[in-house]
Each structure stands twice: as structure tokens, then as C-alpha cells.
């Protein structure tokens, strides 16, 4: 199971992962555009254009589109995020070249005539008007914005109902021209195929992509600290993170960082899970989480809870990250190792995660990474590895999040203090 990579003669990177014995073949198109890179006056657009891309080409309409596909079982979907956008199916290998013709008709000759434009925007400002009822997302939306204001990863990519109502098809038509451009394409394929015969239907079918030369575009936002507080009175419980910002390249430290923030809040044997939940009971459940761009990110723990136990559940878990830089053991570094690595088997059986993590390695860290790389990536990891980046990490001043209805909390100062051990 080795991932293999090509570039095509007009600049798209084509990665393969095959599987002998496969019936199917996920195949996701992954695009270096996404939130970060619309104006101000055009918020949502990217957005707008995944959705519109499923509207029909210049050959089928909407409703011949989506039959087409159904005709061949495939799934299709689609997603924007604020760095990336990615388009994916699920075929039946037998059916490969015929979905391939299909998605890359798709995805080459969209039509974005006026008429499905003008019913799409109904149905983004839909999306825009159930936003607030989602919880999950608005929470997200406000961790976003206080780690980093005034940058465009702290506006929603879904625009506004005015933003979306302004927009032109010819808006679509320049912004499509200028962002799915060859240098920002990533074609991944996972399950029974080979790697020359995808590259070979690559070159086929996705060479009308106006073609630019391979660049590594440097962008960078700094994470802000603080203690960011929003009152959400129709909330039962309160929602609380605490981030540290991911220093230096992705790629740097990344195994001993994983594990690190396994040991503390990842699965039922973690730190934060035995003394947030199982000694004390103050929450369901306590988990991290990254966000990792090619040269900055950031790391998070976060819980929800009654809001009488947030300072207590605020102080456990700084107390814990000050604890960890010199009080870990071997015995718990692997069994954190065994859990992440049986995380990767287990992974490796998914077709459709695995095209799309493929295409996102290869933009954020600029390669590719083997499966047995990786397994040697957390194997090698030590107690020193894990006590080092701990004391880094939680030596910089963290941004504090909490979401929920009024309730009593530390000041950041205090925040501060646990986690020096004071």
C-alpha cells in the first residue's frame, strides 16, 4: 500500500493509494482555494461555486447531472473550507472511467447559467438562515474568530443573505477561472486501481484547467490570546476550549504533539477525561482537536459543562497541561501510541477519507507520507519528545474560549498562573 505521486504536463499533482482486491475507487478532486482568498465584498463565494458546481455543465442540465451519477451509484459531494476546497465520488471500479468522464465534466464545464443560479442562492441563504440554530457551527465559527480576528479564517465562508443576493453568475465565472487553476489542483484516487491508469484518465479528462506554474503561496496569521467570553442564554451548558497555537511548520513535532494532547484529552483513558469526568462528573465528554495550515495552526481541548463548574473544569484542565511537562509515564505514552496506531489501521480501510486526507497531506505538508512512515513517526516518539514540546507548548499564552449562558469564570490572569503550576 504505497501512495504514489505524478505531476502532469500541465502542473496537477495526481496521487494514488491502491488497493488489490477493492470493488470500489473513492476519487476526490482537492483545490488550494477556499475562504481565505475572497474579497471582503464577495464572503461566501467559494461556497456559492462548490454548490453551483453540482448545478449542471454546458452539456447536462441539474437534473441530467444528478441522474447521470445515480445511474452509476455514485456518491458525490462536495465541501469548502477556509484553505481548501474538494469534490469527491465513490464508483464502482467497473464503472471507473465512465464516473471519472462524469465528475471531470463536472468539474472542468460548469455551467452556471442564470436560472439554476438564481434558484442556488435560495438555497445558500437558506443554509445561511439555519447557521445560528447549529450550535456545533456557531461554536466553531466563534473559536475561529477569537483565535483569529480581523483575518478572513474569522468569517464565515458562508457569507451573508446580502453578499449572496449581490452576486453576479459572472462573479462565479471570474473567481472559478482565476482559483481552479492546475498549480492549486490535487487529484486523489484510493481503491482498486492502478496508478498509471488513473494518471492516465487524469490527462484525459482534466486538461482544460487553465494551466499555471507549481508556486507555494506563503500566507501566515498569528493566534490571538486572551479570554474571549459569548453569552448564549438559550444554552443549557457551557462550551469551553482552551488553544494553544501550533508554532513553527506543520510538519515539526507533529507525532510527539499528537500523542501529547492524546495523554490529555483524547478517549476514555486520557488525563482530562478521568478528572473531569470519571472522578468528578462534571461532563459527557472532554476532547482535543487541530487545525494545522502549512505554517501555523493550533491545538485545543475542549468540554462543556454546567455552568457552576466552569472555573473548576477551567482549573483541572490548565492544571493538568502544567502537570504533563514533567509527570508522564512510559506505561502512558504507549498506550496512547497503541490507540493512534490502531487508529491508523483502522483508517486505512476508509476509500473516501483516505483520497481526501491524501490530497490534504500533500497541501499542508507539501509531500507525501506513507502509512509506514507515519506508524514509525509515532513509534519513535520518547518521554523526553513528548516533556519537550509540552513545555513549549503550554509555555505560550493561550486563547480561552467559552460560548454559553452567564456564569461565574476566572480572569485570564488567573487562567495564566495554572498553568505556570502557581
Known sequence: MTIKLTTLK????????????????????????????EPLNQKGIAHFIEHMMFRGTKEMNSEKLRKAFADLGIYHNGGTGGVFTDYYINVLKTDLEKGCRLFSNMLTRPAFEEKGF??????????????????????FRFVMESIYPNTPLALDGLGTEKIIKGL?????????????????????????????KFVSLCEKQFSTFLQKKQKTKKYHFDAASG??????????????TVVFPYEGSAEKDYYAKTLLMGILATGSSSRLW?????????????????NIYP???FWGISVKNKPQDTTEVLELICKECQKVQSDVSEEELNRVKKEYLVGLASGEDNLSAGARNM?????????????EEMVKGYKSVTL???????????????????????????TYKTICKWLKGE
Not at 274 to 287: Q, T, V
Request: glycine content about 8%; overall charge positive; aromatic content about 8%.
Open 10 to 37: 500541465n502542473g496537477i499533482r495526481v496521487l494514488t493509494d491502491e488497493r488489490k482486491g477493492a470493488k470500489m475507487v473513492s476519487v476526490d478532486m482537492y483545490v488550494q482555494t477556499g475562504s481565505k482568498d
Open 118 to 139: 438564481e434558484i442556488e442562492k435560495g438555497v445558500v441563504i437558506n443554509e445561511i438562515k439555519q447557521a445560528p440554530d447549529n450550535i456545533n457551527r456557531k461554536y
Open 168 to 196: 453576479k453568475a459572472d462573479d462565479l465565472r471570474k473567481y472559478w477561472r482565476h482559483e481552479y487553476t492546475t498549480d492549486k489542483i490535487i487529484l486523489a484516487a484510493r481503491g482498486g486501481i492502478t496508478h498509471q
Open 227 to 240: 479570554l474571549k467570553k459569548k453569552i448564549e442564554e438559550k444554552q443549557s451548558q457551557i462550551w469551553q
Open 274 to 290: 478521568f478528572k473531569i469526568r470519571e472522578d468528578r462528573g462534571l461532563a459527557y465528554s472532554i476532547w482535543s482537536h487541530k
Open 295 to 297: 505554517t501555523f495552526g
Open 359 to 371: 490530497a490534504d497531506q500533500l497541501g499542508t505538508f507539501g509531500r507525501i507520507i506513507q502509512p
Open 384 to 410: 523526553k519528545d513528548v516533556k519537550r514540546v509540552a513545555k513549549k507548548m503550554f509555555s505560550v499564552v493561550p486563547t480561552v474560549v467559552i460560548m454559553g449562558p452567564k456564569c461565574k469564570t476566572p
